[in-house]
Each structure stands twice: as structure tokens, then as C-alpha cells.
């Protein structure tokens, strides 16, 4: 690969990347350590694919070329571990969710990084992994391979963090997850085998993109308070599924409202309030099957879609979704209760009700349920 071919490519995925960032930090989500962490690899990767440039002027010898080849080799090398190990840092965060854990993993990888730098910086004088001739021509050497599988160790190791906690990970986000570590990985391997090519930045390049599309959608998609599915996700789920259905084979959905929630804000504040929708998700969430689908309706109403048209199925998940509601309401976990009023129904295909019509019936059939369990 010359360097004008070189060149084209990586302006077009700095191009890309700065397209990406300018949107990115628009986000109003800076405290967030994820949100960092992206926006580092982000400008880590701008960075290194400029230097990359660099590294392949081979001018005269006697020239400032020659210094600026030594210096952008040495870059690219004493950095080349900063990217995956940023990657492992943000699928931790996005595994375990605490920050406290995820910090003391970053103390162990900028120590790993630290050693690979002067690992490289003694590696200039031993030509151990590249030397530069006389001619100011890069030459890499057999140890070649021993930092491309330190790259490709650390890839894999945050591509086994992901299979391994699929349950722990939000569905929505745990293909772009698995994804991302498939282009640099293909990248690696083909710059290794095939000399000349530079195709482990660009690679990045798509994976960055694709983690970047999914966090759009999820936040478009998403409430930002629960994490679950927001109104207008349920509204594009809710017709999705109307218009999907046929005779004999619908789905069915269920209405929830918490019972007096303002009660809970007024007496206990309203973090307090916050976290008890956070508990109502996780609740409802033990109850359902994969696949099923939750959304916070508004407020203080949720709404399951559930794939099942067995109206017996349908009562049975409602039971276990007010048997584990009475269960937390036994614990002595918070002073407070969640008492729930439940509407649930099964889509009637030949009914050809329409959305809005739907959900009405569902607010109907809880508001009843609501009346009578404060008449009880």
C-alpha cells in the first residue's frame, strides 16, 4: 500500500471519526464514565491515524523525514496498546455498571501500557520489533509479532467479557459489543500477514461507528431514567406488532401503574421516587421471558408486551409479576411500598383495534383494577 493510498484512506476515517465526535460530544451525558472513555478512543484514534501518515514518509536520508519516521514508529508502538485497553474499560463499565470496580481496572492497564513504553523505549536500541535503515526505510523485525499479540490478546479479552455476561448486558447493546471486536481483530491479523498494509486504525473506524449508531438508537429509544424502552418505542413496538398479527396468532400486553407513587415522592423525596421506578423495572424484568419486551409508558405506568396469545400464559405472568411485587413489599429493603394496579389483555386480531385504541383498553381494564384495590 503506498503512502497516497495510505493517506486517502485514513482522512476518510478521521473524517468519519470527527463527524462522529462533533455529534457525540453535543450529548448531554459528560459525567458519565462510559461517555469519557468513548470520547478518548475517539480522539486517541484521530490521533494515532495521523501519526500513522507520518510514520510513511520516507524521504532522503539527512533530513527532517528521518526524524519524523523515528518518532511517529516510536508513537505508534508505545501507544498501540492505549486503544484496546480503553475498550476493555468501557465493556467492564458496561457489564458491571460501577464505576468504583471499572477505576481500579484502569490503574492495572496503564500499567500494562506503562511497561509496554519502556519495553519499546529499549527496543530502540535493539531493533527489536522494527529498526529504520539508512535509507529511512521502516523495516519490522520477527518480535514484530509480539505486540500485534498483545493487541489481539487484549481484543479477544474484551470480546470474552461480553459472551461471558450476555445476561448481564442490555440486548439492545450486546450485538454491537460482540461486533466491535471483529474489524480490529480481521485489522491486526492482516497487517501481521501482509506487509505494507495499515488497516487496524480504519478497521477501528467501523467499529466505532457501529457503537456509535447503537448509542443513538438507544437513546433515542430509551428512558433515560430506567433504561427501558421509552413511549416512542412502545408506540413503534405497539404497531409493529398489530400490524404483524394474524388470526389465531397475536400477542398480549399488560398495563402497570404503581399505586400512590406521589405518596413516595412527598414523604421520602424524590431520589427516593427514582429509585423506586428503578426497582419496578428490575422487578417486572424477573418476571417476563427473553424477548418480551418492557416500556415506562409515562410517569409511574409501565408497559410488557408479551409474545404469548395464551390468555392462561398471559395470567400466569401477570400472578408472578404481583406475587414478586408482594414479595418486595414483605422485605424491610426501603421504608416504602410498591402496591401496583394491573391491566392485561389479549390483542383480538379480528377486533382490528388500533393502537391508541389498544392502549385505551389496557388503561381502562388497570383503572378498573385500580378502583377495586382501594375498595379492598
Known amino acids: ?25 453535543k450529548k448531554q451525558e459528560k459525567e458519565f464514565l462510559q461517555y469519557k472513555i468513548y470520547v478518548i478512543m475517539l480522539k486517541m484514534t484521530i490521533f494515532l491515524l495521523v501519526i500513522d501518515v507520518l510514520s510513511r514518509l520516507n524521504g532522503s536520508p539527512n533530513t527532517i523525514y528521518v526524524y519524523i519516521n523515528h518518532i511517529s514508529n516510536f508513537i505508534i508502538y508505545a501507544l498501540n496498546l492505549v486503544i484496546p485497553s480503553l475498550w476493555i474499560v468501557y465493556v467492564h463499565d458496561q457489564v458491571l455498571q460501577e464505576e468504583k470496580h471499572t477505576k481500579r481496572l484502569i490503574f492495572s492497564l496503564v500499567l500494562l501500557n506503562v511497561i509496554n513504553i519502556v519495553v519499546v523505549i529499549f527496543s530502540q536500541f535493539f531493533g527489536w520489533f522494527y529498526y529504520i535503515d539508512a535509507e529511512n526505510i521502516y523495516h519490522r523485525s520477527p518480535f514484530f509479532l509480539i505486540p500485534v499479540a498483545m493487541i489481539a490478546f487484549l481484543i479477544v479479552t ?15 447493546n450486546y450485538a454491537s459489543l460482540i461486533f466491535f471486536a471483529i474489524p ?3 485489522g491486526v491479523l492482516l497487517q501481521a500477514v501482509f506487509y505494507g498494509f495499515s488497516l487496524m486504525l480504519n478497521s477501528l473506524t467501523i467499529s466505532m461507528l457501529v457503537v456509535f449508531v447503537n448509542m443513538q438508537n438507544h437513546n433515542m429509544y430509551t428512558d433515560y431514567l430506567t433504561g427501558v424502552n421509552n413511549r416512542k418505542k412502545l408506540d413503534l413496538y405497539l404497531r409493529g406488532k398489530i400490524n404483524s398479527s394474524i388470526e389465531n396468532r397475536t400477542f398480549s400486553a399488560i398495563m402497570i401503574d404503581v399505586n400512590d407513587f406521589k405518596t413516595i415522592n412527598d414523604t421520602f423525596g424524590h431520589d427516593a421516587g427514582d ?12 418476571c417476563i421471558e427473553e424477548g418480551d419486551f418492557i416500556a415506562r409508558f409515562g410517569g409511574d405506568e409501565f408497559c410488557v408486551i408479551l409474545n404469548t396469545f395464551d390468555e392462561s400464559l398471559l395470567k400466569e405472568t401477570v400472578y408472578r409479576i404481583k406475587n414478586c411485587f408482594d414479595k418486595y413489599n414483605q422485605s424491610i429493603i426501603h421504608p416504602y411500598k410498591l402496591e401496583i394496579s394491573i391491566g392485561y389483555a389479549v390483542y383480538d386480531y379480528e377486533s382490528l383495534m388500533k393502537i391508541e385504541d389498544f392502549q385505551k383498553k389496557l388503561d381502562v381494564l388497570m383503572y378498573k383494577n385500580k378502583a377495586l384495590v382501594k375498595k379492598s
Open 1 to 25: 500500500m503506498n503512502i497516497v493510498s495510505n493517506i486517502i484512506i485514513n482522512v476518510y476515517a478521521m473524517a468519519v471519526l470527527l463527524i462522529i465526535y462533533i455529534q457525540y460530544v
Open 158 to 172: 474484551a470480546f470474552i467479557i461480553v459472551a461471558k455476561n450476555k445476561n448481564k448486558i442490555e440486548r439492545k
Open 184 to 186: 480490529p481483530l480481521a
Open 275 to 286: 429509585d423506586a421506578l428503578k426497582i419496578c423495572v428490575k422487578l417486572l424484568d424477573s
